[in-house]
């Protein structure tokens, strides 16, 4: 660890040592980062990357800090948070298209938002390239005053650029693969461009989870014309996702497949569904984290959660399901660091 704080110190790059994670979560739960760099730049966040799988120590890029469960002891190695955030519109491509994906939609509709806007001849197709550390809730307004849109959908949804790539999220029923034309990648010694293909994108999964390469930056296809629907559907989408629970980290596990939701005689692919309505564990506490009452999907730190109360509770869900319908839930969350089962 040493040889990489040195080689921090002589490429300028300022750093922090255990610095407590909890601030750099969505569930406000972690222990310390024994280095933690904060990268404002696409160059830095590849340089400290580079340094950091030069020296073999355990990497961790954090962006807005969702779909993360840091456990108590922390992270022994490097965090680089990603705060690049720089974007520039780089031209019209009307012969370049969004292509709807083939990956099976696990959703119930929410009600009263429509998941398709209305199509407008009028539409030009714009690339936007941007660094990954941009914040997609703050990039899709930045957009809109420019009359881009296409965004719209992942209002209200805390993730940037490069977590919404790396986790290929979702929202409504669009998944933001379907807007990547392509993106710069690090894998800590060179750095390549690699287009929509490269990244095999599926249900809350990209090939970065095997390569654990790093975005740096992508080039996004989306639309210019009047904004005035995309805005509102906007407002909606995260006026909707204002009911769930905070100090979570989003739905910990996959909804169900339709071959488990058959499989399980029930009638929704839901894990909310399965976890309030099947399991009964809606309300469950352990220490200050709750099966939240809002949405049985997620679970809650009420103030002072431990990560391993969060995890206690995980396990409880995963077992009781296996146990009850024998299907093994997938997670969505990441578990970072040292937990006990």
């Known amino acids: ?110 009600k009263d938002i429509s998941l398709s806007l209305k199509d407008d001849n009028n539409n030009s197709t714009v690339i936007v390239e941007v660094e990954s550390g941009a914040v997609v809730g703050i990039l899709m307004k930045q957009l809109f005053k420019q009359g881009v849109h296409g965004l719209e959908w992942f209002s209200g949804i805390p993730s940037t650029v490069g977590g919404a790539i790396y986790m290929n999220m979702h929202g409504a029923d669009h998944f933001f693969g379907e807007l990547v034309h392509s993106a710069v990648i690090s894998d800590g010694r060179n750095i390549r461009e690699a287009d929509q293909d490269y990244f095999q994108f599926d249900y809350d999964w990209s090939i970065l989870h095997q390569t654990r390469e790093v975005v740096l930056s992508a080039k996004l296809i989306l639309k210019k014309s009047d904004v005035t629907d995309a805005r509102d559907t906007a407002k909606k989408w995260a006026r909707y996702k204002a009911n769930q629970p905070w100090r979570s980290a989003g739905c910990i596990f996959q909804n169900l497949t339709e071959e488990q939701k058959s499989q399980a005689n029930l009638p929704s692919v839901s894990i909310g569904y399965l976890v309030d309505k099947v399991l009964h564990l809606k309300g469950t506490r352990k220490g200050d984290a709750i099966i939240s009452e809002n949405h049985a999907a997620f679970i809650e730190n009420l103030g002072n959660a431990k990560a391993q109360d969060v995890f206690n509770l995980i396990n409880l869900i995963k077992d009781k399901t296996k146990e009850k319908l024998g299907i093994n839930l997938k997670m969505e969350v990441q578990l970072i660091g040292k937990f006990k089962n």
């Not at 040889?3 to 040592?17: M, V, Y």
């Not at 965090?79 to 959703?107: H, Y």
């Open 1 to 110: 660890m040493q040889t990489l704080i040195n080689d921090l110190q002589d490429a300028g790059i300022q750093f922090k040592e255990n610095e407590a994670l909890s601030a750099y979560t969505t569930f406000r739960i972690g222990g310390p980062a024994r280095i933690f760099v904060s990268a404002d730049t696409s160059e830095m966040l590849h340089q400290a990357f580079s340094l950091g799988t030069k020296n073999n120590i355990p990497l961790l890029v954090v962006g807005k800090g969702s779909n993360i469960l840091v456990s108590d002891e922390g992270f022994d190695g490097l965090v680089i948070f990603n705060n690049a955030t720089k974007w520039k519109i780089i031209g019209d491509f009307r012969g370049i298209n969004q292509n709807k994906s083939a990956i099976e939609r696990r959703f119930d509709q929410p």
